[in-house]
């Protein structure tokens, strides 16, 4: 099942205007070359979650990476990284229209993001490098809205070493300060 909506990006809106530019921005964010997925990334980021604010444009593209994480099983550094920013920022009473109703921004990426839950847990075990690091940020940073991902995260130390027992470690500690302080 890929995105649950049909977007119509020229009515999605972004920092500077409208969403046309998006797929032509996703698409590059799953590049082979990692100097246009960095560069896709930087323009996502200021365009969808300039400094933590969502524009409606933001659920269309957390569709269309979930979509790519179901098809691919895995995604690159760069949207690991944007759906970690996604799921952090806020819609400051944004809201997009999903089939006549109308949805706050950030509840409808988080619940999609938290939704692919088992996909992105099955991403981490094979992930390795700054895909992993990407998880792990996202993994982290979900603990307030999903603390079972800690438990994934814990599972993650034991079964880790090195350098990505350390990122493990890292990502499981934020993740149980975020749960204590939403206790």
């Not at 806020?90 to 089939?99: Q, Y």
């Amino acid at each position: 099942m890929g995105a649950l909506v049909e977007w119509d990006w020229s009515q999605l809106g972004t920092l500077t205007g409208d969403g046309k530019m998006m797929p032509r921005l996703i698409d590059g964010i799953f590049s082979e070359q990692p100097q246009e997925r960095s560069s896709a990334h930087g323009s996502l980021y200021c365009e969808v979650v300039n400094q933590g604010s969502l524009y409606s444009a933001a659920a269309g593209v957390v569709d269309v990476i979930l979509a790519e994480l179901e098809r691919r099983g895995d995604l690159s550094a760069e949207a690991w990284y944007l759906l970690d920013a996604i799921f952090r920022g806020a819609s400051h009473g944004r809201t997009v229209f999903i089939d006549g109703s109308e949805v706050k921004i950030d509840d409808y990426c988080r619940n999609r993001i938290i939704g692919k839950l088992p996909l992105i847990e099955d991403a981490a075990t094979g992930a390795t490098g700054e895909e992993f690091r990407g998880i792990v940020f996202l993994l982290g940073g979900m603990a307030e809205f999903c603390p079972v991902v800690s438990e994934i995260l814990a599972r993650e130390v034991v079964a880790s070493a090195g350098e990505r027992k350390i990122i493990a470690e890292g990502g499981l500690s934020e993740a149980l300060e975020l749960i204590e302080e939403s206790s």
